[in-house]
């Protein structure tokens, strides 16, 4: 699951450089200059000028020569990036736009924050014309790394023509795939190494916006950036909205996941305002059911459709798949009454009646689907204690609803009490990272899960990112800041990306002469071989559990790959700086007489056996 919490989108995954690029302002979040600072006695004042570069960016930043400068001295401005600029040997391309008359040059600069040390310059011919916003283009390119991230980006010019206004001010490192307005290609990649089958997007509570009028709206996230006004996320600071639904819908393709796009549900969480969030009425909840079926248009329509054309002008003349659809986000907490009275049967039956293939999902957070024909989506976050206790939770639940697992996490440490749940009181300490204890929590509930796939669509942790430079949760499944060589990956990530990496067409029955506790497990078969998967973790005991199996049709002299995950102990971590505490070992095994595998593992260990 993805949606920006914690600068994991602006100022993490998404490769902009540029902090306050473009201005972008609200009534919760007004415009503001910082973190820009002026370069060489400029003044720097932000203006809505009578030519706005466009009507989602109106605001710009006028730069004007100081009432003393010295001739010949540039003026400008500069920024430090997302809590600093990781500066590299590689091509950085960079872009601003310019209001004005100025016909000197431009330069931009890749310099230390003390300014001791120039990384990378190019000149830039102004090609400003007076009245319009003109467009400038440059690339840099630095022949040494520098030494930490304390590095800031300047641009500046000479004052002798007066002041000009500067908006969209842009740099970007190379992104994953060179994709243009792309990503980090470390944080991608390490997203692609845990094999993912979906993507739910664009969130979260950040879909649902915090005041009236703020919700995400996804025809304001597609087209040029001048053209997304951007707006006040859910999680205390703006959104440049420059990972957009097409952005999403690129990361599917390039993920190789199925695309599991929320739509608005006609509420908002009013400054999380829980017992009196603000719906909307009943007589006018057909607008934004029209605006869902607009957007499911523009993914799916013909090019011969309103939006499905309006796709192809944005360069992406086929359709992209979707298959699922979830109406909101967690509806049991923001006005669960008029959920089910009306919002979710409006948007259901709208969205069926047009594309009656899509398997449509309600937020209700529980195991209780809204409607027939539809799928639930269940979120838990718990301690170890409790998902030990989750095995089985899926296993009598109504098969004929499917189950979207769209949020888990071990988020606090195990007790003195075994069953008691999560505080969500603000006092209560939270774990800073994942730990390995909690990783095997998760494993246990996500194997319950595995062993019930025929009604488990799937299971995403969540909240995926973390910048820790600015974060409002955790832990997270993976920690960040601009260096992307310290970019940390949790004892969770770890775990799922094993769990993940190993996958079979069909669960496997079997019988055992033992209950579950202290080891839980699943096995598998791809349809048609002999190809087993057997996955396990063990959890609260003292002792080695021996295991002795059996695959039907493998005889003695079989062969297997046991691969096992560890820890030093439950409480290890991953933190920035630290080397990763997780511990591999793959050991070969071949089958005894009639065709036993034979092995012990020990507390804590989460392994998969696979035979070839």
Partial sequence: MFEDINHSGDGGIYAELIQNRAFQGSTEFPSTIDPWEAVGNARLTLQNTSVPLSWALPTSVQVAPGNVSAPGVA??????????????????????????????????????????????????KSKCQKGEWVEHKFHLHPRVAAPSTDNKFVLEFQPDQGSLNLNLISLFPPTYKNSPNGNRPGLMAG??????????????????????????????????????????GTWGYANTDGIGLVEYLQ???????????????????????????????????????????????????DVDTKYGALRA??????????????????????????????????????????????????????????????????????????FATQFGLFDNANRSHPILIGEYATIEPNTKTVSEPVSWDADEPRLPYPNWVGAVGETIFTLGAERNADIVIGASYAPGFQNINGFQWAPDLVSFNADPAQDVYSTSYYAIQLLSAHRYTHTAPFTSDEGFGPAFYVAGVNQGTNQYTFK??????????????????????????????????????????????????????????????????????IAVLTTF
């Fill in 191 to 232: 997203l692609k190494d845990l094999n993912p089958s979906f993507l739910r997007m664009p969130g979260g509570n950040n879909l649902e916006g915090d005041i009236f009028g703020y919700r995400w709206k996804w025809n304001e996230t597609i087209g040029p950036l001048s053209e997304r006004p951007g707006r006040p």
């Fill in 75 to 124: 003026i400008g401005l500069q920024n430090p990036g997302w809590w600093g600029i990781s500066v590299t040997p590689q091509p950085y391309s960079g872009s601003f736009w310019a209001l004005g008359s100025y016909h000197g040059k431009f330069t931009a600069k890749l310099q230390s924050a003390d300014s001791l040390h120039v990384w990378a310059s190019v000149e830039i």
């Fill in 536 to 605: 396990a973790t063990v959890y609260n005991t003292t002792s080695p559990v021996p295991f002795n199996i059996d695959f039907e049709g493998l005889q003695q002299g079989a062969k297997a790959t046991l691969t096992v995950l560890n820890a030093p102990s439950g409480l290890s971590e991953n933190v920035l700086g630290g080397k990763n505490v997780v511990e591999r070992t793959t050991t070969s095994l071949t089958a005894e007489k009639g065709g036993v595998f034979s092995f012990q593992l020990k507390e804590y260990d």
């Fill in 313 to 386: 002008s944005l360069g992406y003349p086929h359709p992209w798949k979707l298959n699922y659809v979830e109406i909101g986000n967690e509806d049991q907490i923001s006005s669960p009454q008029t959920y089910a009275d009306y919002r979710f049967r409006a948007f259901y039956d709208a969205i069926h009646a047009a594309y009656p293939s899509i398997m449509l999902i309600s937020s209700t957070g529980d195991l209780n689907a809204v409607a027939d024909n539809s799928a639930t989506d269940y979120h838990e976050y718990a301690r170890p204690n409790i």
């Fill in 251 to 301: 990361w599917c393709e390039d993920l190789d996941a199925e695309a599991i796009l929320a739509v608005w549900s006609g509420v908002y969480l009013n400054g999380y305002d829980n017992d009196n969030p603000y719906d909307i009425p009943e007589e006018e909840i057909g607008l934004y059911v029209q605006e869902a079926l607009d957007e499911l248009e523009f993914v799916l329509g």
